[in-house]
Nanobody, 114 residues
Framework: VQLQAFGGGLVQPGGSVRLSCAASGSILSINDMGWYRQAPGKQRELVARITRGGSTAYADSVKGRVTISRDNAKNTVDLQMNSLKPEDTAVYYC?????????WGQGTQVTVSS
């Protein structure tokens, strides 16, 4: 299973960005999908995740500002982030759980700065 992430870049505070991640390869059934992020000098943290059935969970720091969605037919997961803050600056990694194994994307940088 390979993951490729799209989106990210430089965004002004208060702005929005949409991250997308597509899984490809020998895919049978993907369970959880989601996004982690890692800021400089900090540990990687979960941003949001979504089950195959559509149940979602969000980090407290992003609740109300972030929406995760997925397309099971296309094996994609998106992360819509609004009202961005400088502390959202990080490398964002998508992941999927396939056959009880996690797979990671390459990471995409989001920088929130004026």
């Amino acid at each position: 299973v390979q993951l490729q992430a799209f989106g990210g870049g430089l965004v002004q505070p208060g702005g929005s960005v949409r991250l997308s991640c597509a899984a490809s390869g020998s895919i049978l059934s993907i369970n959880d999908m989601g996004w982690y992020r890692q800021a400089p000098g900090k540990q990687r943290e979960l941003v949001a995740r979504i089950t195959r059935g559509g149940s979602t969970a969000y980090a407290d720091s992003v609740k109300g500002r972030v929406t995760i969605s997925r397309d099971n037919a296309k094996n994609t997961v998106d992360l819509q982030m609004n009202s961005l803050k400088p502390e959202d600056t990080a490398v964002y990694y998508c992941y999927v759980v396939h056959s009880n194994r996690p797979y990671w994307g390459q990471g995409t940088q989001v920088t929130v700065s004026s």
